[in-house]
Nanobody
Framework: QVQLVESGGGLVQAGESLRLSCVAS????????MDWYRQAPGKERELVAG???????GYGDSVQGRFTITMDNSKNTAYLQMNSLKPEDTAVYYC??????????????WGQGTQVTVSS
């Protein structure tokens, strides 16, 4: 079993910054990758950013240049630094992790989400 817990969401004004964290806990041997998704009301969930254990990163077009994803392998934690926030960034942000357990079992797990609201 694994638990993913996101934190760091909140209400900010346009142009401000937030830093989200996602901590994975459990009998984790390694994490192949961690991703951040978001879902706004009435919209489909979209990929915001992703990072592999080797450090390769990718970003959605709408956040390129404003958001930065990092991962601390020793802490099984991913971060999403969000700068120059816009009202259209308002959404619930979810963390997803591709995990290998000590048992050899591999699982893709999701967190419960954290709300980010950007006022204009």
């Amino acid at each position: 079993q694994v638990q993913l817990v996101e934190s760091g969401g909140g209400l900010v004004q346009a142009g401000e910054s937030l830093r989200l964290s996602c901590v994975a806990s459990g009998s984790i041997f390694s994490i192949n990758s961690m991703d951040w998704y978001r879902q706004a009301p009435g919209k489909e969930r979209e990929l915001v950013a992703g990072i592999t254990s080797s450090g390769s990163r990718g970003y959605g077009d709408s956040v390129q240049g404003r958001f930065t994803i990092t991962m601390d392998n020793s802490k099984n934690t991913a971060y999403l630094q969000m700068n120059s926030l816009k009202p259209e960034d308002t959404a619930v942000y979810y963390c997803k992790a591709d995990i290998i357990f000590y048992s050899g079992y591999r699982s893709v797990s999701w967190g419960q989400g954290t709300q980010v609201t950007v006022s204009s």
